[in-house]
């Protein structure tokens, strides 16, 4: 009796241990890991959706109209010819979208943080000049067309839009998930309008450097393609829009990307896109999907902390001399520096480092 006893006391040991062993083996369910592969999932589909999205729903239009379901791409189509213009007048956002959890975990996944150093009245207009573009702009978008990073409650009365290619908003389904964030196409059309027909309290966000400055980006480098960029500064004239310079120090360091000398064929390859196509095809790599020491096109979790600087208040002048135009923008150029000089040992960087000003 005392044999048999002991030898199902050994069976529920061993069923024990078994169980136990099982649970251990569940640990891949543990909350910061359950979170962790959430953060990759977020990040992965926006990356997807900036590389793919607009051809991909072009082509998949195109093969619906050619089945039985063409009635769906059909009605479709006929609608977008009908709000064709709508993205050149703000566009359609939707608070839903922008309040997505699914942005949480965007942001939780670098992490990405804005801050604030001052406040920005509602009875006026603004455009934000953003830099550095780095590969994506992920800073850019994280924090100004979501609301991840409370940019609503640490701007209040603030609406912002990122302005961003105007080709993207001719492409079918991404142009509508685009204007619900609050993008808006970078022409002189939308930004008129919303700086003049559509009240106070706007904010357009210029990624100032756009495709040139994303073919000079590197991990450890901090530089602008600015000094002959002084459209931005003219529109601001013209519509009396306050000037806000915006860095965000780790931009840069999130993918690596080749970089082409000045006069090699690479960057002549790329200088050709983007005169023509507006894009220039950055040749780039971050993490893998399963093992950060290998390459993919996940980004590298750095740190992006984008910092709002203080507003340059700018006159209305209907039609801005050069001088004037020259004027502004080096206060612009002043503004930005210093910005960046105030606080780039705050997050992580040497005194002694210079934004170079291209």
Known sequence: MKTLIAAYSGVL???????????????????????????????????????????????????ILCTDCWLIAAAYLAWLVFDWNTPKKGGRRSQWVRNWAVWRYFRDYFPIRLVKTHNLATHRNYIFGYHPHGIMGLGAFCN??????????????????LATLAGNFRMPILRDYLMSGGICPVNRDTIDY???KNGSGNAIVIVVGGAAESLNCAPGKNSVTLRHRKG?????????????????????????QVIFEEGSWGRWVQKKFQ???????????????FSPNSWGLLPYPKPITTVVGEPITVPK?????????????????????????????KFGLPETEILEVN
């Open 13 to 63: 040991r061993g069923t024990g241990s078994s169980i136990l062993s099982a649970f251990q083996d569940l640990s891949w369910l543990s909350k910061s890991k359950v979170e962790k592969q959430l953060q990759i999932i977020s990040v992965l589909q926006w990356v997807l959706s900036f590389l793919i999205m607009g051809v991909a729903c072009t082509v998949i239009l195109m093969y």
């Open 144 to 161: 100004f067309s979501t609301e991840a990073t409370g940019v609503s409650q640490k701007f209040p009365g603030i609406r912002p839009y």
């Open 194 to 196: 919303i700086l003049s």
């Open 232 to 256: 931005f500064v003219k529109l601001a004239l013209r519509h009396g829009a306050d000037l806000v310079p915006v860095y965000s120090f780790g931009e840069n360091e999130v993918y690596k």
């Open 275 to 289: 005169k023509y196509i507006g894009v220039a095809p950055c040749v780039f790599h971050g993490q893998g999907l």
């Open 317 to 345: 002048v209907d039609n801005p001399s050069q001088k004037e135009v020259d004027f502004y923008h080096s206060l612009y150029v002043s503004s930005l520096i210093r910005l960046f000089d105030k606080y780039k040992t």
